[in-house]
């Protein structure tokens, strides 16, 4: 991305925007459903989408549903780590499969993480196997998901 690109990208006209809310709404929206409401040219809206695809400021993925594939027991980790491996603990964690999301946090706990697993034991051994394995984890917390009531991918 040229110095150019990147100082386009500070000023976000409306047409950015209404980009980002559809394809946030609908990731598989159309170009020329998106040109209709606007009443500008496909080929605007393309290459709209394109450079901020280009600039990292969209991408647009596939959102599971955790639950729908046989995934009952979620939870979010707190995580204490020996101070000098935080990092160290942070790349090791988040390379675990059940693992879906981890952040380095300032604060009570280092490292948040948030789980998905099939159910209660699957979870034990997550804990007991996997994330005291890791050296330099000191201790955790975990919160187990009873309902969500909001989830939003921003």
Do not use: W
Not at 28 to 46: D, H, K, N, V
Request: hydrophobic share 45%.
């Amino acid at each position: 991305m040229t110095i150019q690109n990147a100082k386009n990208l500070q000023n976000l006209d409306e047409t950015d925007l209404f980009i980002i809310e559809a394809m946030r709404q609908d990731g598989r929206s159309s170009f020329a459903q998106m040109a209709e409401q606007l009443g500008i040219a496909p080929g605007t809206i393309r290459s709209r989408y394109n450079r901020l695809v280009e600039a990292g400021v969209l991408k647009v993925v596939a959102v599971t549903n955790p639950l729908r594939m046989g995934y009952r027991t979620m939870a979010m980790i707190g995580v204490r780590t020996q101070g000098d491996k935080m990092l160290e603990v942070a790349e090791k964690i988040s390379a675990f499969e059940e693992v879906i999301y981890a952040i380095v946090v300032s604060g009570r706990y280092d490292i948040i993480c948030e789980v998905v697993c099939r159910d209660h034991e699957h979870l034990l051994r997550f804990l007991a196997e996997k994330l005291y394995s890791v050296e330099g984890v000191r201790e955790s917390e975990s919160f187990m998901h009873l309902k969500i009531i909001k989830e939003v991918y921003f």
